[in-house]
């Protein structure tokens, strides 16, 4: 037996079924090819689900539950509605969902404060509830002009400054998406320097100056940050022992691996360059110790000495 | 073999039709032959599809019958409960809430937005950051209605009055009054162990206009006792971007070779310890005296190779 048929699927299904039929009710008709782009669902699984619905019945309106057919043409239209010409309330993570959508988009760069999204939030807590529920989400001066630029396909000269390398250049780039992770944000862009794709750190953009320089829109990239780094496989990893008031790094690194014993966690992380890592130990202080590769075992000791000699004039 | 969706969604027309609650055995005589004979596979295949029916967030209600049933459960639905009532979007405003939920890239959200009519919007080049939690949606009931609630903590119960939700740099926060503390208090809500239970005929008043805002500064530097405030000079390869971050009022000298020293909130040692040596060789700090030993003596530390076995 497929997992098409398991309880799971059947739920999808379902769920599915009871927001395409109201919708369908209310119209009247409408194209399989609509339906099928609206509700995210090949022609074929719409069908499907359609015939079967409209097999349903009780005795004794067996004709009368869902009264519908599809024409040759591929036109599907209802009688009169009976079951199903309501959606199903909003569940409680639905609602959640939405409210704290709405918000959020409220509070992104751009947005206005009295407009249509305003008003459908305020009709949304009138039937969810109201609540004390708050979005804050900070951003770097340039997101709004980036999230333009990549609205656009507009190219955009910026100057950048990597921690990585700890260099500052100058570059032309081509924003693709815009997007915040771990409260930082981030913009995706094809990069003139390197020809590649690349992400940069908005709050590492020290200038930001659209050109009116339009190229062609492409798909949006496919957002996903758990693998920042998986697209440069050829990264280093260390092997870092933590102590459990280190364990909030945990949360904010590039994990390949992690072990917990519960007085400790080993954790490996993909290391971007030796800056970034050197970076962290010093912010981590005695909470963590590097167990592998041997060359970085004293990189806090030796990063922590140079940074005494450099900035404050201390040898240690 | 039937598809099983339509024995489900007849057991749903079923439900929502009947005036009076129904039992299993009325269930399956009304929806003849779709249920197995033998009680213990048909009572197995009644609670999947039961369970299927509450996944989706259908809201069926239960009664213990008496009289010559006595001791039977029964099943009905609600309409009233299970209908979506009093929501009317415009068109604008259905498509605005699209496209909110098209940036969070959340599936829940697509359903919720099917349900109100709305389409599914096309892909957002923005991606804003709406982690979801388990509990999120049970503490936001709670706070709406009131309601104190209860979950673990770092090993402790806490009770809880929920006064309202806070979402910041990608994490979730609850804030209300911690009963044993008897002081308002901030929890992560990915940090709740176990369950967050609703705590029956509670009840509380949030303060009048409370924003969940205002309890923790959004800085966390300077998240801690008293307001004290460093001085960091950096180089002139981050000023401006420091002066972007920190805003033209932190300055407070410019010096020639282009280096700017800043005022810095520091109450929370910690975070500000880990802001600085973000900036690695860019930045030091100057004043006050006590601060720049402390960054000293951590440093020397780890320099004396002190990070030891931690």
Not at chain 1, 46 to 63: H, I, K, S, T
Not at chain 2, 168 to 184: E, F, K, T
Request: proline share 5%; glycine share 8%; aromatic share 6%.
């Amino acid at each position: 037996m497929s997992d098409r048929r398991g309880p799971r699927r059947v739920a999808d299904r379902l769920r599915r079924l009871l927001v395409v039929l109201p919708w369908l009710m209310e119209r009247g008709s409408a194209t399989l090819g609509e339906m099928s782009q609206r509700f995210e669902l090949s022609e074929a699984e719409l069908v499907r689900d359609l015939e079967l619905a409209a097999m349903c019945g009780l005795p004794p309106f067996l004709d009368e539950m869902i009264d519908l057919f599809i024409d040759d043409d591929g036109t599907v239209n209802v009688g009169i509605p009976r079951f199903f010409a309501r959606p199903l309330r909003l569940t409680a993570p639905e609602g959640f969902t939405l409210l704290a959508a709405g918000r959020l988009a409220m509070a992104l760069p751009g947005a206005e404060p009295t407009g249509s999204l305003g008003r459908a939030l305020t009709k949304l807590e009138v039937v969810l509830g109201d609540d004390a529920m708050a979005v804050d989400v900070p951003s770097p001066p340039a997101t709004l002009d980036l999230i333009g630029a990549a609205e656009r396909g507009e190219r955009v000269q910026i100057a950048y400054w990597s921690a990585s390398s700890d260099e500052a250049t100058e570059r032309m780039i081509t924003p693709r998406l815009v997007f915040a992770d771990r409260g930082r944000w981030y913009v995706v862009a094809d990069d003139d320097r390197s020809g590649e794709r690349r992400r940069f750190r908005i709050d590492r953009i020290a200038s930001c100056q659209l050109t009116g320089e339009l190229v062609d829109l492409q798909p949006v990239p496919e957002y996903a940050p758990d693998s920042w780094f998986d697209d440069a496989p050829e990264l280093a990893v260390a092997t870092l022992r933590l102590n459990q008031s280190g364990r909030w790094a945990v949360e904010r690194l590039p994990l390949r691996s992690m072990n917990d014993d519960g007085d400790h966690v080993i954790v490996e992380v993909a290391v971007a360059s030796e800056r970034w890592l050197a970076e962290l130990l010093l912010r981590l202080g005695s909470d963590a110790m590097v167990l592998a590769p041997g060359h970085w075992v004293d990189l806090a000791a030796r990063t922590a000495q140079a940074l005494l000699a450099e900035c404050y004039a201390v040898t240690s | 073999m039937p598809d099983p969706l339509e024995r489900v969604t007849n057991l749903l027309a079923l439900l929502l039709e009947t005036n009076v609650a129904l039992t299993l055995q009325q269930i399956a005589g009304e929806l003849a032959g779709a249920y197995p004979e033998s009680s213990s596979a048909l009572r197995g295949a009644f609670e999947r599809d039961k369970s299927i029916l509450r996944d989706i967030g259908v809201p069926i209600e239960t009664e213990v019958l008496g009289g010559d049933q006595a001791g039977q459960t029964a099943y009905r639905i609600d309409r009233a409960r299970y209908e979506l009532r009093g929501l009317h979007l415009d068109d604008d405003e259905r498509h605005a809430l699209q496209m909110a939920v098209a940036a969070v890239r959340s599936d829940v959200g697509q359903h919720g937005v099917w349900k109100l009519g709305g389409a599914l919007a096309g892909s957002s080049v923005v991606v804003a950051e709406l982690p979801s939690l388990a509990w999120l949606p049970a503490l936001r009931i709670a706070s709406s209605q009131h309601l104190s609630v209860r979950f673990e903590y770092h090993g402790t119960v806490r009770t809880l009055d929920p006064y309202g939700l806070l979402l910041r740099n990608g994490l979730w926060y609850v804030i209300g009054l911690d009963h044993s503390r008897g002081a308002v208090r901030t929890f992560r809500v990915d940090r709740i162990e176990g369950a967050v239970q609703t705590v029956e005929e509670s009840s509380f008043e949030a303060p009048h206009g409370f924003d969940p805002r205002t309890v923790f500064p959004d800085d966390p530097k300077a998240l801690g006792d008293g307001d004290t405030v460093a001085v960091v000079r950096v180089d002139v390869q981050i000023a401006d971007a420091l002066r972007r971050e920190l805003g033209d009022g932190s300055v407070v000298a410019e010096h020639a070779d282009g280096s700017v020293e800043f005022d810095v909130a520091c109450a929370n040692l910690d975070a500000f310890r880990s802001w600085l040596f973000g900036l690695g060789f860019h930045a030091q700090v100057t004043r006050p005296p006590e601060v720049r030993a402390a960054v000293i003596a951590w440093l020397r530390q780890l320099a004396d190779g002190a990070a030891v076995s931690p």
